[in-house]
């Protein structure tokens, strides 16, 4: 339920201010663990992140590929970016990712970059563009020939919270209606191997991350709670600009949400959806 703006005709709705990107990093680095399981990277592989947000995952790719290996990350919007950089200074690893300012249909690659990486990764970007085939398009390019491609994004009709709190089945189809209004898909998790195809690269294989947590797990438990609580409050505006709930029933479902999260039998399930395959060898 992350990720950064990559294209001109993108709309993200959510977790871009200054204010929310503390959050963001605590959810990312819950997520990072099951994602470069799946990803299988080798050392010296050659690695390009698209839509890489604040970097954290970048540079475990990069710990990963270690220094034989090269680690490029794509992202637009110059505070993410920045933040990226002033992380990754922080913990003395500027050298471990070539952080770089870009679109995602127009990825700022030199001429001898092109055709080059092993992997072409991207997470909870494509839910967010009017024009997924487009992007993955320019990622199947960017790899070699039998280089990989790797899409993490959100079908959102795979989220739960058990029992439900009072109203939130209604405030979250509202914020799904969020997506479409301006010609974004909520469930393009699901469309992901798709996509793959329609991009010219043939499907290896396709799997959910589960990522969740229950009442025996305190601290986790809260964190995704947070997480959702300030990911809906982040587009309050949209939702109520639908004319379906009002002001004062939104707050109080936002309240049962954070209510519900200290509940003995609170349970939330999710999973992110995830699609790989390759670049042919001969085109």
Do not use: K
Not at 1 to 7: E, K, P, R
Not at 94 to 103: A, C, I, K, N
Not at 134 to 150: D, F, K, L, N, S
Request: charged residues 25%; glycine residues 8%.
């Amino acid at each position: 339920m992350t990720g950064a703006s990559q294209v001109r005709n993108s709309h993200y709705l959510h977790c871009t201010a200054p204010h929310e990107q503390a959050p963001l990093a605590r959810l990312n680095e819950l997520l990072n663990a099951l994602s470069l399981r799946e990803m299988a990277l080798v050392e010296g592989e050659r690695v390009i992140d698209i839509g890489c947000g604040l970097g954290q995952l970048s540079r475990a790719i990069g710990r990963q590929v270690g220094l034989a290996g090269t680690v490029i990350g794509i992202e637009r919007s110059t505070d993410q970016l920045a933040e990226a950089r002033r992380l990754a200074a922080l913990d003395g690893e500027e050298s471990l990712v070539d952080f770089r300012q870009g679109e995602a249909t127009g990825l700022p690659l030199r001429d001898d970059e092109w055709d080059s990486f092993d992997v072409a990764h991207t997470r909870y970007l494509l839910e967010h563009v009017t024009d997924p085939v487009a992007v993955v398009r320019e990622m199947v390019r960017c790899v070699r020939p039998g280089g990989r491609i790797i899409l993490e994004d959100d079908a959102h009709d795979t989220h739960r919270l058990w029992p439900e709190p009072p109203g939130f089945n209604r405030l979250w189809e509202a914020y799904l209606r969020t997506y479409d209004r301006v010609g974004n898909d909520p469930f393009i998790g699901h469309r992901l191997v798709s996509l793959l195809v329609q991009a010219g690269a043939l499907p290896r294989r396709n799997t959910w991350l589960f990522f969740g947590a229950c009442a025996g797990q305190p601290e986790l438990l809260a964190a995704y709670v947070d997480n959702l609580a300030r990911v809906i409050d982040g587009v309050r505006e949209p939702i109520l600009s639908l004319g379906e709930i009002e002001p004062l029933a939104f707050d109080s479902c936002l309240e049962s949400i954070r209510d519900w999260g200290q509940r003995p039998d609170a349970a939330y399930w999710y999973a992110v959806s995830w699609a790989e395959g390759r670049r042919p060898e001969s085109e």
